[in-house]
């Protein structure tokens, strides 16, 4: 059974920083490029960021480029969101997803099979 567990969202004042995790079970971590997409109240999910299986390629959206950074840890079957100088309008649920494919990194929503529940990061002025 696929599980994707997104963990430390939270509430912070603009210009802080937060890190959320993603706990990949139940597939081959190593095999899946992954990626992480948010999604604000009455917005469509949108593309944040994303890693191919190596962590050797790397795409972000330009509304978080040079702010956020993305990794992931093939040991612990983790990836890592680090976001930093954060802004009132990166206020969303932040949703981990995983690919069946490897190489990526992918930046669209139909290039993911699977989802975790999402963390919500609140960003107060």
């Known amino acids: 059974q696929v599980q994707l567990v997104e963990s430390g969202g939270g509430l912070i004042q603009a210009g802080g920083s937060l890190r959320v995790s993603c706990a990949a079970s139940?597939?081959?971590?190593?095999?899946?490029?992954m990626g992480w997409f948010r999604q604000a109240p009455g917005k469509e999910r949108e593309f944040v960021a994303a890693?191919?299986?190596?962590?050797?390629?790397?795409k972000y959206a330009d509304s978080v480029k040079g702010r956020f950074t993305v990794s992931r840890d093939n040991a612990k079957k983790t990836v890592y969101l680090q976001m930093n100088s954060l802004k009132p309008e990166d206020t969303a649920v932040y949703y981990c997803?995983?690919?069946?494919?490897?190489?990526?990194?992918?930046?669209?929503?139909?290039?993911?099979?699977?989802w975790g529940q999402g963390t919500q990061v609140t960003v107060s002025s």
């Open positions: 139940g597939f081959t971590f190593i095999r899946s490029a």
């Open positions: 890693i191919n299986w190596s962590g050797g390629s790397i």
């Open positions: 997803a995983a690919s069946t494919g490897y190489r990526g990194p992918y930046t669209e929503v139909y290039e993911y099979a699977y």
